[in-house]
């Protein structure tokens, strides 16, 4: 357990920068892109987390076995090598790799994960690819991991699938169908969720530098700071490197302009940094206001705990709209976020897909421990309410290895501090 504290006078006395991580989701897919197109390239700024590690062995040992994709493609009769994959804890990476596993010929491969990822739905996907023509065998349970796959030169052409599950299913496809006879033509049913990430893919694949590609610094993870500076308004939260929001092919950029609606001032730098400023007259006014503010956050659920907590703690009601697939995240983060604002005094509704904050407060615990259930947003969204109470427990901050290694390293420098409790 570790306890999390803030101190004013630390954090006035301090300019340093926060780094932040390169984006993970860009890196998942700039790895798999390169190897399915068998590019030199270097790929710069990768992030030192949990996901791209997982991802990037999976992938070396694949490469082993089958060094050049292209040549494999052109095969009459290829070996066919065996070999056992464990993508660990990254669901991205574990629907990324599945649908490239079907997709290389002559490959037979045995794919698992860890315990906490057999539980998330991978159905969708594995039915869309047999409707391509993958052969996938399920070890267990239906629907889940583990799977044995038998790859092949996949015939292509129509698929549908829900996209009301998962975008990485659609982005899986997208990637390795360059590998198919036929392109891939794909029906979506029930519309789309996290739209801008199969944006991401798409933007990606059309990059065929030759050089090197650049992931940008992670969107997702400065999140926590716009947060911070919501919780602490009228004092600057300096980043070392973000790209310009406009420009970014990262969905979750749209933080700049949802925090900015609650007051928070993005500020880009000439040296490419930037600086968060909360604006107090704003923040208060919303505050005291009464005003609901309404987001629609279909399209980036992980900004969900960072606007959750930091509105919350600020004392700003919200409606949060299309959120079901919450439920289907590292954790249930509907329910996750309900619990633990609730041990804080906050009563959150959860909907079928709503998650809502009237402004009902309700008797806090006396000295709550935050449950992360193992899920990295979580720990950091709710590491900074520590800028609002006199110190925050949470039961298991070494989950940001996830995403975030570095999270608590960079805490120090705007007047936190983080031990052992």
């Not at 570790?2 to 932040?20: G, M, P």
């Not at 998942?28 to 987390?49: E, F, G, T, W």
Request: charged residues 25%; aromatic residues 6%.
């Amino acid at each position: 357990m570790t306890e999390i504290r803030y101190s004013r006078e630390n954090r006035e006395t301090s300019s340093e920068a926060v780094a932040l991580p390169g984006s993970k989701s860009m890196a998942a897919r700039a790895l798999v892109i390169h190897y399915v197109r068998d590019m030199k390239s270097q790929v710069r700024n990768l992030p030192d987390c949990d996901d791209t590690r997982e991802l990037s062995a999976a992938l070396r040992k694949l490469s082993s076995l089958v060094p050049s994709l292209p040549d494999r493609m052109n095969e009459k009769n290829p070996e066919q090598p065996e070999a056992a994959f464990n993508l660990g804890t990254g669901g991205t990476s574990l629907r990324f790799f599945t649908a490239l596993a079907a997709s290389v010929p002559g490959l037979v491969s045995t794919v698992d994960c860890s315990d906490a990822l057999r539980k998330r739905p991978l159905a969708g996907l594995v039915e869309a690819l047999r409707m391509a023509g993958a052969r996938i065998e399920y070890i267990g349970k239906e629907g889940f991991p583990p799977m044995r796959i038998f790859g092949r030169r996949l015939p292509g052409d129509e698929v549908e699938m829900s996209g009301k599950v998962s975008s990485q299913f659609i982005s899986a496809m997208l990637m390795v169908s360059e590998l198919w006879e036929k392109p891939l033509s794909l029906r979506l049913e029930g519309g789309m969720v996290s739209r801008p990430y199969v944006e991401m893919t798409e933007k990606m694949l059309l990059n065929n530098k030759k050089d090197a590609f650049d992931i940008e610094p992670d969107w997702s993870a400065a999140s926590y700071f716009y947060e911070l500076a919501l919780l602490s308004p009228g004092k600057p939260v300096r980043i070392g490197r973000l790209c310009d929001p406009k420009r970014s092919v990262q969905g979750d950029s749209a933080a700049a302009a949802l925090f900015g609606r609650l007051g928070v001032e993005t500020r880009l730098l000439p040296d490419g940094g930037a600086v968060l400023l909360g604006a107090v007259g704003r923040i208060e006014a919303l505050a005291s206001g009464g005003e609901t503010v309404e987001f629609d956050l279909g399209d980036v659920p992980d900004l969900t705990p960072a606007l959750a907590v930091g509105m919350c703690l600020a004392g700003i009601r919200f409606r949060f709209t299309n959120v079901a697939h919450l439920r289907h995240k590292e954790c249930d983060r509907m329910a996750a976020l309900q619990t633990n604002l609730g041990k804080l005094g906050y009563r959150l509704v959860c909907g079928d897909s709503t998650l809502e904050w009237k402004g009902e407060r309700m008797p806090a615990v006396e000295a709550p421990v935050i449950e992360s259930y193992a899920d990295h947003r979580m720990a950091m969204a709710f590491s900074l309410a520590a800028t609002k109470r006199d110190g925050v427990r949470i039961d298991d901050t070494a989950c940001v290895s996830k995403s975030f290694p570095g999270f608590y390293n960079e805490l120090p420098k705007l007047g936190f501090s983080a031990k052992e409790a």
